[in-house]
């Protein structure tokens, strides 16, 4: 006889809760189960089978919910939106200023050419770019980027967002592409990281880079 290979399935006792987390996972995302299911890298009817199997007998395995897990950022089988304090991107941008200047300061080319572009508007402002988040849309650390909080983000913006993780109180500004509705980081040296969905409350968008400065050192 062979043996046959025992799978890790989720029936029974856990096929309810499983269901719920599926369910609160896909609105949290705001996708529907054929969406969630796609993103994963799953096929379309994957989540939504097992979600209208009223038999019992229809089980999913513990790969195809690591898979979900992975693509949302939801620990398996926890509701989503109770992420552990600290569960934040590292800030990766600073408001500019000018070295030991005054940035008006008519001697420093840097300075003037900054405030060209902040002054002419009150919905402007100057960040400086620390980390290599986005360096394969080529923004590199010490650019500069001018953001405008009145600009609508479109698909494929660079935008300025806010992370709050609200269990510990700590905000966090980052610099991201924006391909809705998420923001997520573009970097060979960073490697793949989890997007994060614009929510306009735990993230939101402050502002769309409008240009990028690059300084000669």
């Given at each position: 006889?062979?043996?046959?290979?025992?799978?890790?399935?989720?029936?029974?006792?856990t096929s309810s809760d499983t269901k719920n987390w599926l369910k609160q996972v896909a609105e949290h995302m705001n996708?529907?189960?054929?969406?969630l299911a796609l993103s994963s890298g799953l096929a379309a009817s994957t989540i939504t089978r097992y979600l209208n199997d009223k038999s019992g007998d229809l089980g999913i395995s513990d790969k195809t919910l690591d898979a979900i897990s992975q693509?949302?950022?939801?620990?398996?089988?926890q509701a989503p939106g109770q992420r552990r304090p600290g569960h934040l991107p590292e800030p990766d941008a600073e408001i500019w200023a000018p070295a030991g200047r005054s940035a008006n300061d008519n001697d420093d080319p840097v300075a003037a050419t900054i405030a060209a572009w902040t002054e002419t508007s009150n919905s402007r402002e100057a960040w400086k770019m620390k980390g290599w988040a986005l360096e394969l849309a080529g923004v590199m650390p010490g650019d500069v980027l001018i953001v405008?909080?009145?600009?609508?983000?479109?698909?494929?913006?660079?935008?300025?967002?806010?992370?709050?993780d609200w269990q510990?109180?700590?905000?966090?500004?980052v610099m991201r592409l924006y391909e809705p509705p998420y923001i997520l980081t573009h970097s060979a040296r960073l490697g793949a990281s989890r997007p994060e969905q614009v929510d306009d409350d735990r993230v939101v968008i402050r502002g769309v880079a409008v240009s990028v400065l690059r300084f000669r050192q």
């Open positions: 006889m062979f043996a046959v290979p025992q799978l890790n399935v989720h029936r029974m006792s996708m529907s189960p054929s969406q693509f949302t950022g939801v620990p398996k089988l405008d909080e009145n600009r609508r983000p479109r698909a494929g913006d660079i935008v300025c967002a806010q992370v709050t510990s109180g700590q905000s966090d500004t």
